[in-house]
């Protein structure tokens, strides 16, 4: 599998412009920014979080951690980490570990990293672990708009590799 199938049906039928870029098997976002000698900044990280009732996807940098106070304080809410079990069920036509950030196609919210504001290019996981979607600034913005954007991360230490804070 090179995309997951509902992500490249949504891509299409927005028709907003992407290409994608192959690289050496990865087990994470960071690790595909590495492989594909791309900016872990500019690599779109999913992250799902649950409150008990719906879920959340937060799309933040590959090298940022998610603060969940701030999430939780923006939303009101009392979200968590989903589960691996959960995310593996909710995104059935991807490899775990390889989420798109794009959960509006998963029929969930999504809260995305003010930071993305100044990327130029914007990379996603595409559903496996050996490709990323190529986007560029504008189809990314097409793609988040109407979704609720926030500063709700900040710069991982690597000696820890934490996705919460």
């Given at each position: 599998?090179?995309?997951?199938?509902?992500?490249?049906?949504?891509?299409?039928?927005?028709?907003?412009?992407?290409?994608?870029?192959?690289?050496?098997?990865?087990?994470?976002?960071?690790?595909?920014?590495?492989?594909?000698?791309?900016?872990?900044?500019?690599?779109?990280?999913?992250?799902?979080?649950?409150?008990?009732?719906?879920?959340?996807?937060?799309?933040?940098?590959?090298?940022?951690?998610?603060?969940?106070?701030?999430?939780?304080?923006?939303?009101?809410?009392?979200?968590?980490?989903?589960?691996?079990?959960?995310?593996?069920?909710?995104?059935?036509?991807?490899?775990?570990?390889?989420?798109?950030?794009?959960?509006?196609?998963?029929?969930?919210?999504?809260?995305w990293e003010?930071?993305?504001?100044?990327?130029?290019?914007?990379?996603?996981?595409?559903?496996?672990?050996?490709?990323?979607?190529?986007?560029?600034?504008?189809?990314?913005?097409?793609l988040m708009?109407?979704?609720?954007?926030?500063?709700?991360?900040?710069?991982?230490?690597?000696?820890?590799?934490?996705?919460?804070h």
């Open positions: 599998m090179s995309m997951s199938p509902r992500i490249a049906a949504h891509l299409n039928k927005i028709g907003v412009n992407f290409d994608l870029v192959s690289h050496a098997h990865s087990r994470n976002s960071m690790q595909s920014a590495r492989m594909a000698k791309l900016p872990p900044s500019q690599i779109a990280k999913a992250v799902i979080l649950h409150d008990g009732d719906r879920y959340r996807m937060c799309v933040i940098p590959a090298n940022h951690r998610l603060i969940l106070e701030r999430v939780n304080a923006h939303m009101h809410g009392n979200y968590r980490l989903a589960t691996e079990r959960e995310v593996a069920m909710l995104f059935d036509d991807c490899e775990i570990g390889a989420v798109p950030a794009l959960g509006q196609v998963y029929g969930m919210p999504v809260s003010v930071e993305f504001n100044h990327a130029k290019d914007v990379y996603l996981e595409s559903g496996d672990h050996e490709h990323l979607i190529h986007l560029q600034h504008g189809a990314f913005m097409e708009n109407g979704q609720d954007h926030l500063h709700m991360s900040c710069p991982q230490d690597d000696r820890f590799g934490s996705i919460v």
